[in-house]
């Protein structure tokens, strides 16, 4: 019984870290850059509602991703504008693009989509590796968006470490003035960060749409980008280590479902296994003390300053 | 130089494009509140007396307009009372926190409006400062009234433990593992009483249902909802009880992926929504409680400080919706338990707990279903 548990347990948690998974790899290749996305939130928020809308008319879950992704990309290009063209403060502008993205999604749902669900989930079983014990049910039992978010990892990975991209990122994302010697193109570079970057996110917030019915409800997201910050922090900026983050967030969220079942958690108080992730997420922000921020992150460069 | 000013010409030209996107926003907005409220002041002014002013009333809920769900609900009952009388409405929706309440409820306060029903039952104490701050306004809230209640105001109560116990018969009767849970939202008695009334309703035809249930502190949070229903699948339950909003559409999700799982979602007949995992909907009938309450208000019926409890009797559409193409699960002879046992409860054969009986966790797997008369 006890196994089944276990099972259930780590099967909820991937399926619950995937979405965070998706914003802290595309995070993370924007902090890297310089660049502090505070506008994670968001961006996820429009990437959901672009997958919710496309995926409901056009009962296409392929049509509601390629939406979200779209959508990733101009919010990457709208926040390009803002803070690498104009320098804005990257801090209040990101919470500002969160806000307007919640108000924004709100109205357009409600006038356009409603409370229209797809007719479909995106649940996917792999046929034989499914029915492993155990791992088929927590790896191979889950959304397309979850089988793709692990892939996700490894070529995030190679990106930021075995590329000339993932190089000149790093270097301007520490010395952007450097960089700018050698000839990189800070802002150009910057910008393309921070499209390939809201492009994972939205998928993140496309994969919430995906996972459950394919409906769009305000605040859909629920904080999850918020938590993806927390998730980079910990994870220091290396994508395999946030993928292990966001799983411990994910198991973390899951056990208050499972904890009857578990004795030695059946008598601790609800609230406070609904209080673990977000305990977790201060411990990251303590771990945080810590970490070493890329340099210039959320510093405004201008071309030729000091 | 130029640099510099290539940089304000964007500022100028960014600064003009959230202008416009922040009013086509705002239009939006702007017109979907005035679909429930103007649509009916104007027909009323034509209908009015020339020299009289239309009353003005107000909605304050969570949820929205068209969520087919709680929201919902309470629009078309405030539409109807609106249409019927003259009056002006104007809804706000989509108010989740007790702050948003007060902030609106003092805006409407502010520009005289002579009635106004904040829809959520956590928000009695924001009710009740507005109703001493704004005292030409009658302030009406979901929720059961305290002692010594001021006058501008009034209290509603569809005793949703009587529907919910209804659910939960349909429920005993169709679980195929003697299993039924619920996910809910908040953990509250006016909320609490719901599933544990269903527990109870199961236990009232099927000795032999255990119960179990999660509380998910969100009615939004549709990931939550799917990964508590599937956390309550696990432990093998076949009927789930939807007491939220959206997050209704992770249960939705969570049934699609396993075999034989229904979902009962609250507020609204949601059988359109998912056919295939939806059994049945279970109904308080809140549009004839928003309309009969608006009415009395506006009509001057309304005791100070009165509390209007609704009953299943009050509410015709109370109970549980059609089972549809679902009724097979139950068959006839269930579907004509269900309905026998609404009438019981109509008639007060049956007795469901009130809230302060069954308001509290655990209480619906305690109490004697023959003690209440099944």
């Known amino acids: 019984m006890s196994g089944g548990v276990f099972t259930t347990l780590f099967a909820l948690g991937v399926a619950l870290a995937a979405p965070l998974l998706w914003a802290a790899l595309g995070e993370l290749i924007i902090e890297q850059s310089g660049v502090l996305n505070i506008g994670i939130e968001g961006v996820m928020l429009i990437g959901a509602f672009g997958c919710a809308y496309a995926y409901v008319r056009s009962g296409s879950m392929v049509a509601g991703i390629a939406t979200a992704m779209g959508c990733g990309a101009a919010c990457g290009l709208v926040l390009a504008l803002l803070y690498v063209r104009l320098g804005a403060d990257q801090i209040v502008t990101g919470i500002l693009f969160s806000v307007i993205a919640l108000a924004g999604t709100t109205v357009l749902a409600d006038r356009l989509l409603g409370t229209d669900v797809a007719e479909k989930t995106g649940q996917l079983d792999i046929p034989g590796l499914s029915e492993i014990p155990f791992f088929g049910t927590v790896l191979f039992s889950q959304d397309p968006l979850v089988y793709a978010a692990i892939v996700a990892v490894p070529l995030v990975s190679y990106l930021m470490s075995g590329t000339w991209f993932g190089l000149y990122v790093r270097a301007i994302g520490a010395r952007p003035r450097a960089g700018e010697t050698a000839g990189i193109g800070v802002r150009a570079l910057r910008t393309w960060a921070l499209v390939i970057g809201c492009v994972l996110t939205a998928i993140g917030g496309a994969s919430l749409v995906v996972a459950t019915s394919g409906g769009f409800s305000p605040n859909l997201t629920a904080g999850r980008g918020f938590i993806a910050l927390a998730v980079v922090v910990l994870a220091r900026w290396k994508p395999l280590w946030a993928a292990a983050a966001a799983l411990l967030f994910g198991v973390a969220q899951a056990l208050q479902f499972v904890a009857d079942e578990l004795g030695f958690l059946a008598h601790v108080p609800s609230d406070v296994l609904l209080m673990l992730p977000y305990l977790l997420t201060v411990v990251a922000v303590v771990f945080a003390a810590g970490s070493r921020y890329p340099a210039a992150c959320g510093v405004p460069y201008r071309p030729g300053s000091a | ?374």
């Not at chain 2, 035809?205 to 508590?228: H, M, R």
Request: charged share 20%; aromatic share 6%.
């Open chain 2, 1 to 374: 130089m130029k640099d510099s000013t290539g940089t304000y010409a964007w500022r100028l030209l960014l600064a003009a494009l959230a202008v416009v996107a922040v009013l086509a926003i705002a239009a939006c907005g702007d017109d979907n509140k005035d679909s429930s409220g103007d649509a009916a002041s104007t027909d009323d002014t034509s209908t009015a007396a020339a020299d009289e002013t239309p009353k003005k009333i107000g909605l304050l809920t969570t949820g929205t307009q068209n969520d087919k769900n709680w929201g919902e609900a309470f629009t078309i009952g405030a539409k109807a009372a609106a249409d019927a009388s003259g009056a002006k409405l104007t809804v706000v929706d989509n108010l989740n926190e007790p702050p948003q309440y007060a902030q609106q409820g003092a805006s409407l306060g502010q520009e005289g409006y002579d009635m106004v029903l904040m829809a959520l039952g956590t928000i009695q104490e924001v009710q009740l400062k507005l109703a001493k701050q704004f005292p030409d306004t009658l302030w009406c809230g979901y929720g059961i009234a305290p002692d010594n209640a001021p006058e501008n105001t009034c209290f509603v109560d569809a005793l949703q433990e009587q529907a919910a116990f209804l659910g939960g018969v349909a429920a005993g009767l169709a679980t195929k593992t003697n299993v039924i849970g619920a996910v809910n939202g908040f953990e509250f008695p006016q909320l609490t009483r719901q599933p544990e009334a269903y527990a109870l309703g199961a236990r009232c035809v099927n000795p032999d249902v255990t119960f179990v249930q999660k509380y998910i502190n969100s009615w939004t949070d549709a990931a939550l909802g799917k990964a508590a229903a599937k956390g309550l699948i696990s432990q093998k339950a076949d009927v789930l009880l939807a007491p939220l909003t959206t997050a209704t559409n992770g249960l939705i999700a969570a049934a699609r992926e396993s075999d034989g799982v229904w979902v009962m979602p609250e507020y609204f007949d949601s059988n359109d929504t998912a056919k295939e995992v939806i059994l049945t909907s279970v109904l308080f009938d809140l549009q004839t409680l928003a309309e009969d309450v608006y009415t009395k208000g506006l009509n001057g019926d309304l005791k100070p400080g009165e509390m209007l409890p609704y009953t299943l009797a009050e509410l015709p559409d109370g109970g549980v919706a059609p089972f549809y193409e679902d009724e097979a699960v139950l068959g006839a002879d269930g579907v004509a338990k269900v309905d026998e046992i609404k009438q019981k409860i109509i008639d007060g054969d049956i007795k469901v707990p009130s809230t302060d009986e069954i308001g509290t966790v655990g209480t619906g797997s305690k109490i004697d279903p023959a003690s209440i008369g099944c």
